[in-house]
């Protein structure tokens, strides 16, 4: 089936501006997880989400962050008034939440923050 | 301390021959997960093998084997027959329960290393 999707692929946007980025996990997945991937850097945990639970958002950076879920479908995370240093790569990873399941990553959206 | 080190940043393999990528992790959860995941200079995160903490054996897909070594905390990936497609950066990541005690499983990624294979 397919796999995890993200848009946009990148964005370039200016300091100070807004900007949402998307997911579609993969069906069936009941978790869904965003990640930060810094130039030259591993992955950093930024939220997770899980059925109705509430998300574990011990991840995120700051309160410029935050993300949304409906049911088991797409996430947006959101990032306001973006930093410079908000560029990285944001990658999304979805999974059967049973213990040691996989998690299956999109191809990222790539920032650039000017 | 590090969760999650890889003390590599590069390593040179000869096409065909045998690499060993270093991993080394630290926890105190009892349970606990380990993967690999594989960095081709495109972008994605691709998934390569899984050690359960309370596995017996090592786990083994295709060419790829974890040399998972308990006590010392290691978790080693060794890739067999080495091929020019597997030029590309490695992380290894760790599995534990979230202390946020949200029951999230969050994985703790190392800062990778760079592998390429010399034909």
């Known amino acids: 089936g397919a796999g995890v999707s993200q848009s946009p692929s990148n964005k370039v946007t200016e300091k100070g501006k807004d900007v949402e980025l998307r997911c579609d996990p993969i069906?069936?997945?009941?978790?869904l997880y965003w990640y930060r991937q810094r130039l030259g850097q591993g992955l950093e945990f930024l939220i997770y989400?899980?059925?109705?639970?509430?998300?574990?958002k011990s991840g995120l950076p700051s309160d410029r962050f935050s993300a949304e879920r409906t049911g088991e479908s797409v996430s947006t995370l959101t990032i306001q008034r973006t930093q410079q240093e908000d560029s990285a790569v944001y990658l999304c990873a979805s999974s059967l939440e049973l213990v040691g399941e996989t998690q299956y990553f999109g191809p990222g959206t790539r920032l650039l923050v000017l | 301390a590090q969760k999650i080190t890889q003390t590599q940043p590069g390593m040179f393999v000869q096409e065909k021959e045998a690499v060993t990528l270093d991993c080394t992790y630290d926890t105190s959860d009892p349970s606990y997960g380990l993967f690999w995941y594989k960095q081709p200079s495109s972008g994605e995160m691709i998934f390569l093998i899984y050690q359960g903490s309370y596995d017996q054996q090592n786990a083994t897909e295709g060419r790829y084997s974890l040399n998972f070594q308990k006590a010392r905390k290691s978790a080693n990936l060794v890739i067999s027959a080495s091929q020019l497609g597997d030029s590309a950066m490695y992380f290894c990541a760790m599995r534990e329960r979230a202390i946020s005690g949200a029951g999230s499983y969050q994985l703790t990624f190392g800062k990778g290393t760079k592998l390429s294979v010399i034909p």
């Open positions: 069906s069936g997945h009941t978790a």
């Open positions: 989400f899980q059925g109705n639970s509430a998300p574990d």
